[in-house]
């Protein structure tokens, strides 16, 4: 019998089926026609849009959540609070970040002064400059907010009443005045305060006669601010004559001697013709500046306790005065403009007019004087730019970029062809810090991961958690029809409930502690805070680390809380470490496990980083990379550590276990051990956050502690001793016999030792490069430095390493670990020679006029002995007792040609004496360098070598004193 439906049966079913997803479905539809009933019927079920069912998924996730949050309020606030100390620490870190150019930028104000360039004399024509012209020149340049004059000039303080008792009482008496040195600086102090000079200087300006005086100067003075006591300045005359030079106003310091009929008629001449003879002048023309001293008192304004970028700290004792009154001062208190105390009265007079005119200053009236630009005759113009902070604040290139631009449009302004010249103090010093900030930054970025890592691990476990307290209530859903991706949307959805409200929050809580901390960066940088000043990327790494963490850290709980079967889900009492699982694979399917392929990849990846980028970042000086690339292998060891860590966490309980139970107790070991087993990947997080946490903090504190004492040693080997006087320029060395005579007396008590290095040999104007060969000719070039006896003394004894020495030389111990002392072993024992010859000659082959031609044999079998960094070794092929060649070329003059110029080729044999690693005081003295370290020789042999003519009067000049304290200074 047919018992198949009919057409019209077909077509009624068809029509009575409803449209799956519409609210009028049935959650079930099951149907009890047989199969063969069914087996023609074509199901045509239309589908929603995919908008439509995200929709309807996002709904149901957020009722979902809803109501899990009414009954599980707990699980949602430990998710915000989680997610807000991940995003607002990270934040907080990332933002601080931010503010260290800002730091760098005062710290290096500090040093160098806030000017941004310093506009000085180029030595052509004069040292002069003149600040008026180029004030006015910059006007119109739209990268500069203006220039001020500035005036630095040394003197001598002293208390002005001490002073005033001892200069009337008679000339040996003054030198019982305590006296100091101090820096006398002249400033437009109202100018500097319109272009933003000086912008945390808490002075008030200077007025007539005045002078804000630093509190070391002060104290040893013993002078009170704003007390109205007094100080003496006096200053050097023949600076002002140097610095007239080449200017019209250098002719009013020469004085000609008068004839004698000039003496019969005029008094002043009579006056100058008495000062001639009394003492003794015989010259027609004097420089009236070689026979005057100058002083003036200042009263003292306030007590400067600190540069505070107002000036180079390096300056010291500062003495800070405006200089709108200075000229008036000096003109006064000389008495030029005549007395203003006791005057005649009117209509009556003490000289005749026409006397009176002849007197210097005589026809010179006050409006004259107020017309008298001084600030056209300025040492130096201090320039400050625009927009100051972005510029410093900005990477390496960018800066250098912008600052040769702004550079180039001021000198257009100026004048291409103007003899000045400029130095850019204030970059050179934030250059100098760029290494500390990188280090800085790569330092912080270990904790910046380390936080990310642990919030990822946080949220794993948390949502693992709960997952496992509703496994049955997910079940229950799969149970009932739910497609598993909806189970996973709904675990997302609620994952972004506590997500979003949490980053939101660290991203508030990082904004107001932004404002905090711009607060106290303000007090330090005097620049104005920037309460919203949070960079686009901190933000939006704040908002991937809050969001995106926790999404990735969802899906091993979703694929864990649907990957189980759906009998072994409703099982709550299900054990799954005690179940025992058989899988079976087939062997086609064998091959490289997963762990294997990624350890594979890691090895790859290590590899290329050791062997290819780090040694290519340190070549081309890609510090980023360098330190970025170390970081990342130091950060790869400590998890690598924590994981090995973690795996032998289980065999650590074991033993602990082990170790705790005793007698009858053990009878209880294989229960807490089955109950830790059921705990064992909840102890494994725990285990491994706090194991990460720890090896985080130990590597920070390790990289801080190690980048502090790296500071402090790079500061230590480029200073060379605790106290390093450093001459400013070639044409002013230091004073050795002052320094020494002062050392010896008032310094004894201090300075345990002290020594001299001397400026290059190639500093010299007339001497060029100095190169030093082999025997083979290979050479390179370096440079010639001349140290004293006593130097491995005065120095850090740490850094003078020693590679190899020669053997031959009898050395003395300069400290207990048997540091050999070879430096004095250049002055103490002469070169090992094989010749009889009576005296080593000079080595100069420059000839005087009539000088007997030298021995060149002789000269050939003296060595000089020399230290040489350990470069040498590879660089030349030499070892300690070889001999190495110094050629140099040097110009002489011959006088008895109309001054013509040649050029000497000269040379030297030198000995190794020894091969240095590290010199104090020399920082390039390097293994790895050659060209950039220094010869280092005996201060008479540079003598020799400085002066390749008799007639000259070059010797060593000195560049720096280290001097070493003594270790417990007297009291007081």
Excluded at 391 to 396: F, I, Q, S
Excluded at 562 to 568: A, E, M, V
Excluded at 739 to 765: E, H, I, T
Excluded at 802 to 812: A, G, I
């Amino acid at each position: 019998m047919n018992t198949s439906p009919s057409p019209a049966e077909k077509n009624n079913r068809h029509e009575a089926r409803v449209e799956v997803g519409s609210p009028s479905a049935p959650l079930f539809n099951f149907s009890v026609t047989n199969h063969w009933e069914r087996e023609d019927v074509i199901e045509v079920v239309k589908q929603p849009h995919f908008i439509l069912q995200w929709c309807k998924s996002v709904q149901l996730g957020a009722l979902y959540t809803l109501a899990d949050m009414r009954k599980r309020p707990r699980n949602i606030i430990i998710g915000i609070v989680a997610v807000f100390l991940l995003v607002f620490f990270s934040g907080i870190v990332l933002a601080t970040l931010d503010k260290t150019p800002f730091i760098i930028l005062r710290l290096a104000e500090l040093n160098s002064g806030e000017a941004d360039i310093y506009v000085t004399g180029d030595g052509t024509t004069t040292p002069l400059v003149n600040a008026t012209a180029i004030n006015g020149s910059l006007t119109a340049c739209e990268e500069v907010l203006g220039a001020s004059p500035r005036w630095a000039v040394k003197a001598r303080l002293r208390q002005q009443r001490a002073f005033r008792t001892a200069y009337y009482s008679g000339a040996s008496a003054l030198s019982d005045v305590p006296l100091t040195t101090a820096t006398v600086i002249l400033a437009d102090t109202q100018q500097e305060l319109d272009i933003g000079l000086g912008r945390g200087w808490a002075y008030r300006s200077t007025g007539y006669g005045e002078a804000s005086l630093f509190y070391v100067a002060s104290e040893f003075l013993e002078v009170e601010a704003n007390r109205g006591q007094q100080v003496n300045v006096e200053l050097d005359a023949s600076l002002l004559t140097s610095l007239l030079a080449g200017t019209a106003a250098a002719n009013w310091l020469t004085v000609k001697r008068p004839s004698a009929a000039e003496v019969l008629t005029n008094p002043l001449d009579a006056l100058i013709e008495s000062f001639f003879d009394v003492n003794n002048i015989t010259d027609a023309s004097i420089n009236i500046m070689d026979y005057l001293e100058l002083r003036l008192p200042a009263t003292m304004a306030d007590r400067i306790d600190s540069a505070n970028g107002k000036y180079t700290s390096a300056l010291g004792n500062v003495a800070l005065m405006d200089y709108h009154e200075m000229l008036w001062q000096l003109l006064q208190e000389s008495g030029l403009m005549g007395s203003q105390v006791i005057q005649t009265q009117e209509g009556y007079r003490f000289l005749d007019p026409s006397v009176a005119a002849s007197l210097p200053l005589g026809n010179t009236t006050g409006a004259v004087i107020d017309r008298f630009d001084a600030a056209a005759y300025a040492m130096s113009a201090l320039v400050m730019l625009k927009d100051r902070a972005a510029l410093y604040t900005a990477e390496a290139s960018t800066r250098d970029a912008e600052m040769v631009r702004r550079s180039n449009a001021m000198m257009a302004a100026i004048g291409v062809d103007s003899p000045y010249a400029m130095e850019f103090a204030l970059i050179t010093y934030i250059d100098s810090f760029d290494i500390f900030k990188l280090l800085l930054v790569t330092s912080f970025a270990t904790v910046v991961v380390a936080m990310l890592v642990l919030g990822g691990i946080l949220m794993c476990t948390l949502l693992h958690i709960n997952a496992s307290e509703r496994q049955y209530e997910i079940a229950m859903l799969r149970a009932q029809g739910m497609p598993t991706h909806q189970i996973a949307s709904l675990l997302g959805t609620q994952t972004l409930a506590f997500t979003l409200p949490g980053t939101l929050l660290g991203i508030l809580g990082v904004v107001l502690v932004n404002m905090l901390v711009e607060v106290f960066l303000a007090r330090f940088t005097y620049l104005a805070p920037q309460y919203w000043g949070v960079s686009p990327r901190v933000y939006l790494l704040c908002a991937l680390a809050g969001t995106a963490l926790p999404l990735l850290a969802t899906w091993p709980t979703v694929q864990r809380a649907l990957s189980t079967s759906l009998r072994d889900a409703l099982d709550i009492y299900r054990e799954t470490q005690n179940e025992t699982k058989i899988t079976m694979i087939k062997l086609a399917t064998l091959g490289l496990s997963r762990w294997q392929v990624w350890l594979g990849v890691f090895m790859v990846a290590a590899g290329f980083l050791v062997y290819y980028v780090v040694p290519l970042a340190f070549i081309f000086s890609r510090m980023a990379l360098f330190f970025g690339t170390l970081d990342a292998i130091l950060m790869s060891m400590v998890v690598g550590m924590c994981f090995v860590c973690v795996a032998l966490g289980a065999w650590g309980q074991k033993l602990l276990l082990h170790v705790l139970l005793w007698g009858p107790e053990r009878r209880l070991q294989t229960l807490i051990l089955k109950h830790q087993q059921s705990h064992a990947e909840n102890n494994r997080f725990a285990f491994l956050m706090f194991v990460l946490s720890v090896a985080s903090l130990m590597a920070g504190g390790m990289m801080f502690s190690v980048l502090a004492a790296a500071s402090t040693q790079v500061t230590e080997l480029a200073a060379g001793a605790q106290v390093t006087v450093i001459a400013s320029a070639f044409g002013t060395p230091l004073r050795e016999a002052e320094l020494d005579a002062f050392l010896k007396d008032a310094g004894a008590p201090y300075v345990a030792d002290w020594a001299y290095s001397s400026f290059p040999l190639r500093s010299y104007p007339s001497i060029g490069t100095t190169r030093v060969a082999n025997h083979v000719g290979t050479s390179g070039y370096i440079g010639v430095t001349a140290i004293t006896e006593h130097f491995m003394d005065a120095t850090y004894a740490d850094y003078n390493m020693v590679d190899t020495y020669n053997p031959l030389y009898n050395f003395s111990l300069l400290n207990s670990d048997g540091q050999p002392d070879v430096v004095r072993s250049m002055y103490a024992t002469a070169p090992r020679v094989a010749s009889s010859a009576p005296s080593p000659p000079a080595f100069i082959t420059g000839m005087e006029d009539g000088m007997a031609t030298p021995a060149f044999t002789a000269k050939e079998l003296f060595r000089v002995p020399v230290l040489i960094t350990s470069a040498a070794k590879d660089r030349l092929g030499v070892a300690v007792g070889d001999s190495l060649k110094l050629t140099y070329d040097y110009e002489v003059v011959d006088r008895n040609n109309g001054n013509a110029r040649s050029t000497i080729h000269t040379g030297v044999l030198l000995e190794t004496r020894a091969f240095m690693t590290r010199v104090s005081g020399f920082f390039t003295i390097s293994p790895l360098l050659f060209g950039t370290g220094s010869l280092l020789v005996a201060h008479h042999l540079l003598r020799a070598a400085a002066r390749p003519r008799w007639r000259w009067t070059w010797g060593p000049r000195a560049r720096t004193a280290p001097i070493t304290a003594c270790p417990t200074p007297p009291s007081g």
